[in-house]
């Protein structure tokens, strides 16, 4: 795909672009002097970085690498990821984003845990905990993924040698930087992604000669569906509709970056345009996936490696440097938010209520020795779990089965019992990590089974015990 030339090129600019990356982080690291500082930024971010931040953690590596494949290989049926998706920012938006912005800002919160323990008690940490470790690992993982293939493209690099390396220089970016650091980057990688992606979708659709041409030789092809938004079955909405997109209702990055924001008015107007751009781009990621196969006829291409593909196909070599940048951009800025974001849950649920007596500074450092831990698991799980988007949903199927039940209906819903809470916590949980285990029996998705029981368990323990103790709502 590259000549050996362009191919130093390019390791020179991936490791030097890591490395900047990190000195701005130690330089960054010497302003983050409190434990807030480092998981919630402080709570003083303005309008236009919290945008930007939230497209740099919304479009990660399984979105331009892992959508462009699913488009490549399974058509435009894969828009209703973004379609189901969206449906569920608009209704955070309108419904639940006051409610947690309100909580967080009264109790000061830093974790969904913190929010569980309140309503259902402490107890409530250790699912809280384990159900949002199951997603960010994975989502990680997912952005060591994305660095080995690129090492792998231009280094010619062992696909798990570079998940290592990628390990290491994200994990050591993360470890020095914290969210204020991220938040920054975030802000210059949101502007790379938008620029980045904008220009390679018109640059492919004028290269495949429109859309009228692309359909006629996918129809030549005898996979015209393959241009259909339909071209999808209804299990497979519901499995995208479960996971990836109800997921968004207990993102932790999402209620963080709520939390950190300067005003409500700030994280609410800044929520619905970064979403509008981050699904946009998502859309496109599809689309262009989509576009290579009958539009540029990359048709004997590994599909994991689609988007090199494409740039390699509309740019010149300049360009494709910019386009590696973009998706550089596109692995950090998620991959970062997601350390952060699991490693949060550990220090302020597990050793943080358990060690109350250790100052800011202490607490301050094992932040930092979270984001390693955090940062082992998610490595172990890219190595076992193959596919950028299939981890992504793995994860997060574990992550809505256990929580998403005890939290909106608590949220909402005064009678639920701490009982009732826990309960559905736990049977979610553990349905939906058994039956994965188990290889999906009958063909169910985990989500299946995880979702339903946790929401059953919820309304029937609360049946039982209603009256009998006094929650906070």
């Known amino acids: 795909m590259f000549d050996g030339n362009e191919r130093i090129i390019l390791s020179v600019i991936v490791f030097v672009y890591f490395i900047l990356l990190i000195l701005l982080a130690l330089y960054i690291n010497r302003k983050t002097k409190t434990y807030e500082d480092y998981n919630v930024a402080g709570r003083t971010v303005s309008f236009f970085p919290l945008i930007l931040t939230f497209i740099g953690t919304g479009v990660g590596g399984s979105t331009l690498l892992g959508y462009m494949e699913n488009g490549y290989s399974l058509g435009m049926g894969q828009q209703w990821i973004h379609i189901t998706m969206f449906t569920c920012v608009i209704i955070f938006a309108l419904f639940v984003l006051n409610r947690v912005r309100s909580l967080g800002e009264t109790y000061k919160m830093v974790t969904i845990g913190d929010y569980t323990a309140m309503r259902y008690g402490e107890k409530a940490r250790i699912p809280t905990v384990i159900s949002i470790l199951f997603s960010y690992c994975a989502m990680t993982g997912m952005q060591f993924v994305a660095i080995a293939t690129i090492l792998n493209v231009t280094l010619g690099l062992d696909v798990t040698i570079g998940m290592i390396i990628g390990w290491i220089l994200l994990t050591l970016k993360t470890y020095f930087g914290g969210l204020k650091t991220v938040i920054w980057q975030d802000t210059f990688h949101g502007i790379i992604l938008v620029l980045g992606i904008v220009l390679l979708f018109a640059s492919v659709l004028i290269a495949a000669g429109g859309w009228g041409s692309i359909a ?3 129809a030549s092809a005898g996979e015209g569906d393959m241009l259909s938004v339909m071209n999808i079955t209804p299990g497979e909405i519901m499995i995208y509709l479960l996971t990836l997109a109800v997921f968004q209702f207990v993102r932790q990055d999402l209620w963080q970056r709520v939390w950190a924001a300067d005003s409500i008015k700030i994280a ?11 699904v946009t781009i998502g859309a496109a990621a599809v689309a262009i996936g989509v576009l290579s196969r009958y539009g540029l006829e990359l048709g004997n291409i590994d599909p994991v490696l689609v988007y090199y593909g494409v740039v390699d196909e509309v ?14 951009a596109a692995v950090i800025s998620s991959a970062d938010s997601f350390l952060l974001a699991g490693s949060s849950s550990l220090v302020n649920d597990i050793i943080r209520p358990n060690f109350s007596h250790h100052g800011d500074k202490m607490m301050l450092l094992w932040s930092r020795l979270s984001v390693l831990i955090i940062s082992v698991i998610a490595l172990v799980l890219a190595l076992t779990i193959p596919g950028l988007v299939n981890l992504m949903v793995t994860g997060t199927a574990m992550t809505v089965s256990g929580l998403f039940a005890p939290v909106i209906f608590g949220m909402f819903w005064k009678k639920v019992t701490k009982a009732a809470g826990l309960a559905s ?10 039956w994965q285990i188990a ?6 998705h985990p989500i299946f089974i995880g979702l339903p029981v ?3 368990i919820l309304l029937a323990v609360t049946f039982i015990t209603n009256g009998k103790e006094t929650v906070k709502a």
Do not use: C, T
């Not at 740019?315 to 550089?328: A, E, G, K, S, Y």
């Open 216 to 218: 006629d030789r996918a």
């Open 268 to 278: 609410g107007s800044g929520y619905i345009i970064s979403m509008i751009v981050a």
């Open 454 to 456: 946790s929401v059953i």
């Open 315 to 328: 740019f010149p070599f300049p360009l494709v440097v910019f386009m590696i940048v973009v998706l550089l």
């Open 425 to 434: 916590m736990w049977s979610g949980l553990i349905i939906a990590v058994l």
């Open 439 to 444: 290889g999906h029996p009958f063909g169910l």
